[in-house]
């Protein structure tokens, strides 16, 4: 059981050293989901619908950048293998179920949480705060678990002697 704990929290650690190593690239991506929510919930009215929509489509294309950046960089020589992904579930399934409730308790505190003490605030401030913790949850929460998650299909898709390494990693 210890094992598959540090096999499940070495990828959280792996991916805040890629988050840090690569800040200026996952920053600069989702800064455009950042301004964009900014903008959209804070001037809801006044924006019309299809500037709106061709704003979320810009969002969703960052972010798709931002996906595809951080799995090349964060596997330049590893080649996918459905094999290993067999393997390392049926192997290492109680590491993912670790991760799964890693990724929960996050979600629960960043989003459930952070998003629900808007409900605390005074109606007219409540707007506001939602686009404020938007724009700071999209370079920093938001874009932390994509890395979180490029990092964990990284750790079930690749050769099994990466695993040691992810473990390693952290000693």
């Known amino acids: 059981m210890k094992r598959e704990w540090q096999l499940a929290v070495a990828v ?27 903008i959209v919930v804070n001037w809801t ?11 979320e489509v810009v969002v ?12 090349r960089r964060a596997t330049p020589k590893g080649r996918p293998s459905w094999s290993h992904v067999r393997v390392f579930v049926r192997e290492h399934w109680l590491s993912l179920v670790f991760q799964a409730g ?10 459930t949480g952070l998003e629900g003490l808007g409900d605390l605030l005074p109606g007219h401030t409540r707007q506001t705060y939602l686009a404020v913790l938007l724009f700071l949850k999209n370079p920093t929460i938001i874009a932390f678990t994509f890395v979180w998650l490029v990092g964990l299909v990284r750790q079930v898709v690749l050769d099994s ?10 000693r």
């Open 12 to 38: 959280p650690r792996r991916a805040w050293r890629f988050y840090r190593r690569h800040l200026p690239l996952v920053v600069g991506l989702s800064l455009v989901g950042s301004v964009q929510r900014l």
């Open 45 to 55: 009215d006044e924006i019309p619908p299809p500037i709106a929509l061709a704003s």
């Open 60 to 71: 969703m294309v960052a972010r798709l950048l931002l996906v595809v950046a951080i799995w």
């Open 102 to 111: 890693l990724v929960m308790a996050a979600a629960l505190v960043f989003d």
């Open 161 to 170: 002697t990466r695993d040691r390494e992810m473990v390693g990693e952290q």
